[in-house]
């Protein structure tokens, strides 16, 4: 299970920062991917980035460089930070996990967190 925390308002110019809890199982477990996706007023999802189990970390060029995620395994929580916000990027926020197995993958997502950056 994942649960996404974190401000529902950031001003402009400021760093969005979220975090996502994980349980029922261990973030530095084998084959596992977390990952950040949005989903913009009236938009599609975004993937934002990805962290591998083993540390690897990929993000979306369109962010160009604002993104950064990064994990907590004592806390079991992995964040994602988004520097210089803009009202663009207000939007619900999702973390998720997959898992590949031998029989195939599973995909885990939290329920989503609003976050709003104000002008």
């Known amino acids: 299970q994942l649960q996404e925390s974190g401000p529902g308002l950031v001003s402009s110019s400021q760093t969005l920062s979220l975090t996502c809890t994980v349980s029922?199982?261990?973030?530095?477990?084998?084959?596992?991917?977390w990952s950040w996706i949005r989903q913009p007023p009236g938009k599609g999802l975004e993937w934002m980035g990805t962290?591998?189990?083993?540390?690897?970390?990929y993000y979306n060029p369109s962010l160009k460089s604002r993104a950064s995620i990064s994990r907590d395994t004592s806390k079991n929580q992995f964040t994602l930070q988004l520097s210089s916000a803009t009202p663009e990027d207000t939007a619900v926020y999702y973390c998720?996990?997959?898992?590949?197995?031998?029989?195939?993958?599973?995909?885990?997502w939290g329920q989503g967190i609003l976050v709003t950056v104000s002008s």
């Open positions: 998720a996990s997959r898992f590949d197995g031998a029989r195939g993958y599973v995909e885990v």
């Open positions: 029922g199982g261990s973030i530095r477990a084998n084959n596992y991917y």
């Open positions: 962290k591998r189990y083993s540390g690897a970390t």
